[in-house]
């Protein structure tokens, strides 16, 4: 991936945990005042799609959260294949950094969750994967708060980590957080996967075949149950990297180009003011020590620290992969606190988690109030260390002896 790719795609991200942070901190403050009962009327109200006798009728959350974040990972999905193709994760060697740290980032912080929920309401559980989560647009926001300090291999370390993470939440999300199959929709779904298969191999180019088949495939799928977020990775996987005219033009990066702003200044900010949102009457800070919230706040700010830095570690002292580039051990640890940033991913899934409506009123509270709480820490930690770890690590730390 060039350096000036990188450079572009940091940006982005950067600007948008900005804007993250400010659509949250409105939402959490309509939420607690006088003004609640319009912020809970505007996400409710219903809106409808029909075409003859068929049609989709939902509340405004829920297209947001079904609708506008198949676009988001119809992006993931782009940045996967890119990166798998020609990107930071292209060789072996290149892939095992990340690759180690995000799954040691996924696997410690749902353990610490099903710890300390392990015995008490068995519908808790189904939150485990919420801590699992990487917000990639806040995580890069607050390391571009550091500035030159942050070597940018540690920005390309972290942004490898949380797409390899994005893919993990993929998987997660389409295995444990989908309802009964509809079998009727079905084969409309496998008809609407060929035709994009049969699109890429002609290597046909128009993107607007591609939204045209993504758009019934994202219907179907809506309707057999699978989360209907999944179509937009579909859709990706089949864009193709390289114009057959012209070997130096790639459809993909030119959507992903494109897509990009709209995500990460429209579509990201909008969903995390429709859903970080809730009141917290009630909540005192023992409120934090029940099981959902404190499993989520250690996991995110414990467990993804540690299952992402002692792989690296391992992997770097082993010699099966070099150490990020003009880093010092504390940064690359900063680096692995910033990965317990969850906020928007953690969110999503914890809104899949507990579908049920009787569910999401006891739950969503908590969740939320542990998301806050353990990605705050972990922002704060990150921050710090990758500021200040240049000089600190000179003295104190020497994992390299």
Not at 128 to 153: E, H, N, Q
Not at 271 to 283: K, P, R, Y
Not at 374 to 386: E, K, P, R, T, W
Request: proline content about 5%.
């Amino acid at each position: 991936m060039p350096i000036r790719a990188i450079r572009e795609f940091i940006r982005y991200e950067a600007a948008a945990g900005v804007l993250l942070f400010a659509t949250a901190t409105v939402a959490i403050i309509l939420a607690n005042t006088a003004l609640a009962p319009i912020y809970g009327h505007l996400l409710d109200v219903p809106l409808a799609i029909s075409v003859g006798a068929h049609g989709l009728a939902k509340p405004l959350l829920l297209w947001i959260n079904d609708g506008l974040m198949a676009v988001f990972f119809l992006l993931v999905g782009l940045e996967i294949k890119r990166e798998f193709i020609e990107g930071q994760l292209s060789t072996a060697r290149q892939a095992l950094l990340p690759f180690v740290g995000a799954v040691g980032g996924m696997a410690l912080p749902a353990g610490i969750y099903i710890y300390f929920n392990f015995g008490h309401d068995p519908l808790a559980l189904n939150g485990w994967a919420i801590p699992a989560a990487t917000d990639i647009a806040f995580a890069l926001g607050i390391l571009a708060l550091v500035g030159s300090r942050a070597p940018l291999s540690l920005k390309v370390l972290l942004t490898a980590i949380a797409i390899l993470d994005d893919l993990a939440a993929i998987i997660i999300i389409a295995v444990f957080y989908t309802d009964q199959l509809s079998l009727e929709a079905v084969e409309g779904a496998l008809l609407c996967m060929v035709g994009l298969i049969v699109l890429s191999r002609l290597g046909v180019e128009r993107i607007a075949a591609y939204v045209l088949f993504g758009v019934a495939l994202w219907v179907f799928v809506l309707k057999i149950g699978v989360h209907a977020t999944l179509a937009g990775v579909l859709v990706a996987l089949a864009i193709p990297m390289r114009s057959r005219a012209d070997r130096e033009r790639s459809p993909l990066k030119e959507l992903e180009h494109d897509l990009h702003p709209w995500v990460a200044y429209g579509i990201i900010p909008l969903f995390a003011f429709a859903n970080a949102g809730v009141s917290f009457a009630g909540v005192t800070p023992s409120s934090l020590l029940e099981p959902v919230p404190l499993g989520i706040a250690a996991g995110l700010f414990l467990g993804k620290q540690l299952g992402v830095f002692l792989p690296i570690l391992v992997a770097i002292r082993l010699g099966l992969a070099e150490k990020p580039e003009g880093a010092t051990w504390l940064q690359i640890y900063g680096v692995a606190a910033l990965c317990g940033v969850g906020f928007t991913m953690s969110l999503f899934i914890g809104s899949l988690a507990f579908e049920n409506p009787a569910d999401d009123q006891s739950f969503a509270a908590p969740i939320r109030l542990g998301v806050l709480s353990g990605s705050i820490l972990s922002g704060l930690l990150g921050y710090f260390l990758v500021r200040f770890g240049a000089a600190i690590s000179s003295r104190s730390v020497r994992f390299d002896h």
